[in-house]
């Protein structure tokens, strides 16, 4: 299977770029959303502090993969790991392995926590688990592995078979924070302030004077200093990162329905819709983050 023309973030490192294994393709998705299958051996691979979440599963081969620390427990196709942002292992390959990988930017689960949970992003995190079984898991990596990742149809499907498995991440792996985390005071913007400043931002993406730092500060009722330490301390991410992220989102939506029906997009009307300075600001973002132009992204949806 090629690589896939869809984009890819690229703010996503990877732990396996700098072992033996073999990239075999990769793929953006929505949402902040990648896609990667491995394929390793002879190998032995640290996992240190990603900082993204890794959901993996084993497509083919595993019994000659070992956790170091763990001679008992062996891999196998259909079983996955999780790897927590925080994560730290050393495994030792020694037999041929394919696994597909899902990353999980810290944006994005922030994203999926509050909108499922309407919970605070920091206040729940994934719990590592090695070798475990799952079958709506291991059947969507099963049909994942089937696609073409080159096919701009096939990645829709995986592109929704992906966010339907975060989706079930944040609601069945997810587990609180140790409880004397919990017990010391965070600092962070209170449940209601953090509902009024998100519900805030989406009803005005278009309109970069109300999002500014103060109009968002005042939202709250908090300094400027305070509202954007505390925003970072709630979200993980900065008031402008989360900005841009919904407007990149929404562009992307937009692409997709123009792909539907088959217009061409405008950029200056895209740009205008999303809250973009101008067609040349929307360009450089969208290149920045997903390595593509939105008419190349749009092309590649409407030809599929």
């Known amino acids: 299977m090629p690589p896939s023309v869809l984009p890819t973030p690229s ?27 491995w394929a390793n051996q002879d190998d032995e691979v640290h996992y240190r502090q ?29 079983r ?20 597909l990988h899902l990353y999980v930017s810290d944006i994005a689960w922030a994203d999926r926590v509050v909108r499922l949970l309407d919970a605070e992003p920091r206040s729940i995190t994934l719990a590592p688990q090695i ?3 799952d079958p709506i898991y291991a059947q969507w990596a099963q049909t ?37 985390r919990l017990l010391k005071p965070l600092g962070g913007l209170s449940s209601t302030a953090r509902r009024k400043v998100l519900d805030y931002v989406e009803a005005h993406l ?11 500060a005042q939202v709250v009722a ?25 407007r990149l989102q929404r562009v992307c939506l937009r692409l997709r329905n123009l792909a539907q029906t088959g217009r061409t997009p405008k950029l200056t009307l895209l740009a205008a819709e999303a809250g973009f300075a101008n067609a040349s600001h929307l360009l450089r973002s969208f ?18």
């Not at 732990?15 to 075999?24: F, H, I, M, N, T």
């Not at 084993?58 to 891999?75: F, N, P, T, W």
């Not at 089937?146 to 997810?174: G, N």
């Open 80 to 99: 996955f790991c999780i790897f927590p942002a925080e994560h730290e292992s050393r495994w030792l390959v020694r037999e041929p392995v394919q696994f």
């Open 222 to 246: 908090l300094s400027e200093y305070h509202f954007a330490r505390m925003f970072h301390q709630s979200m993980g991410c900065t008031v402008h990162d989360w900005v841009m992220q919904r």
């Open 144 to 180: 994942l592995w089937q696609l073409d990742w080159s096919c701009a149809q096939d990645m829709w499907q995986a592109d929704s078979l992906s966010q339907q498995v975060l989706d079930r991440l944040v609601l069945q792996s997810a587990a609180p924070w140790q409880r004397q």
């Open 287 to 304: 290149r920045k983050h997903y390595g593509l132009t939105p008419t190349q992204l749009a092309r590649c949806w409407r030809d599929a």
């Open 50 to 78: 990603q900082g993204h979440h890794t959901l993996s599963v084993y497509l083919a081969g595993g019994q000659g993969s070992q956790l170091k620390g763990d001679a008992l427990a062996r891999g196998e196709a259909g």
């Open 131 to 133: 070798y475990s079984q």
């Open 11 to 37: 703010h996503l490192s990877h732990v396996l770029a700098q072992s033996r294994a073999q990239l075999r393709c990769r793929a953006g998705l929505s949402q902040s959303l990648e896609l990667a299958i």
């Open 206 to 216: 278009t309109d970069s004077k109300a999002l500014s730092l103060p109009a968002l």
